[in-house]
């Protein structure tokens, strides 16, 4: 079993929609989430992280966790296609402090948000 | 601010020759830095940790004698890539963590990456 699952999509939506993206994991050492946002050929841009259990907002973004169910959601209100991009969930423990910097990325959604 | 470059953008180099990437934090100082490598269509692996002056980590199954790694200052590290071979062709990242007191203490922050192609 992975220590992270993200169903990779393809994921295809209309300009306007609510998109929801999804992880899980399979450790409860992980207590440090974060979701990535990467254009073809470039590397990732952190969109948002969180140490907790419930609901983080940033714009049109909202992350969520739950890790009774050790599960993770990333939500985009009102998507544009400028939106449109490879999603990545990432991981890590967190023990003292700090995350070591382990970081374990799903495998990443694309998403498309048409015109 | 956070800014992270890495030279070349890509590479196109002939089996058996070593190719060098540099990896910079422009705008602040980098304690620790990271590489990863992206196979098309997968997600990043982590493949070694840098900390300046000091050894680099490898994670298991990265073989520290094909890729050495450098942290020479704080905000520059590089990656060779010695004795490359088609296998070794991918999407190389590098990120950096600022290390300082505060809400991103932990945040990693990416480069754009280099394409290793080897022929």
């Known amino acids: 079993q992975k220590e992270v699952e993200q169903d990779p999509g393809p994921l295809s939506v209309p300009e306007g929609a609510i998109v929801s993206l999804n992880c899980t994991y399979s450790?409860?050492?992980?207590?440090?989430f974060m979701w990535y946002r990467q254009y073809s050929r470039k590397g990732p841009e952190l969109l948002m992280y969180?140490?907790?259990?419930g609901n983080k907002e940033d714009g049109r973004f909202t992350a969520q966790v739950d890790k009774s169910s050790k599960y993770i959601s990333l939500f985009i209100r009102d998507s544009q296609p400028s939106d449109s991009a490879t999603y990545l969930c990432?991981?890590?423990?967190?023990?003292?402090?700090?995350?070591?910097?382990?970081?374990?990325f799903g495998q990443g959604t694309i998403l498309t948000v048409h015109p | 601010g956070a800014v992270v470059s890495q030279h070349p953008s890509r590479v196109i180099c002939k089996s058996g020759t070593s190719v060098k990437i540099e990896c910079r934090s422009l705008?602040?100082?980098?304690?620790?830095m990271f590489w990863y490598r992206q196979f098309p269509k997968q997600s990043l692996m982590l493949m070694a940790t840098?900390?300046?002056?000091?050894?680099?980590?490898?994670e298991q199954g990265v073989e520290k004698d094909k890729f050495l790694i450098n942290h020479a200052s704080l905000t520059l590290s590089t990656l060779t890539v010695t004795s490359a071979h088609p296998e070794d062709s991918s999407f190389y990242i590098c990120?950096?963590?600022?290390?300082?007191?505060?809400?991103?203490?932990?945040?990693?922050?990416f480069g754009p990456g280099t394409r290793l192609l080897v022929l």
């Open positions: 990120s950096a963590q600022p290390g300082l007191a505060g809400n991103n203490q932990e945040t990693q922050y």
């Open positions: 450790n409860s050492a992980f207590q440090y």
């Open positions: 969180t140490y907790s259990s």
């Open positions: 990432a991981i890590a423990p967190w023990a003292g402090g700090t995350s070591y910097g382990k970081l374990t």
């Open positions: 705008d602040f100082q980098a304690t620790t």
């Open positions: 840098s900390n300046e002056g000091s050894k680099a980590t490898y």
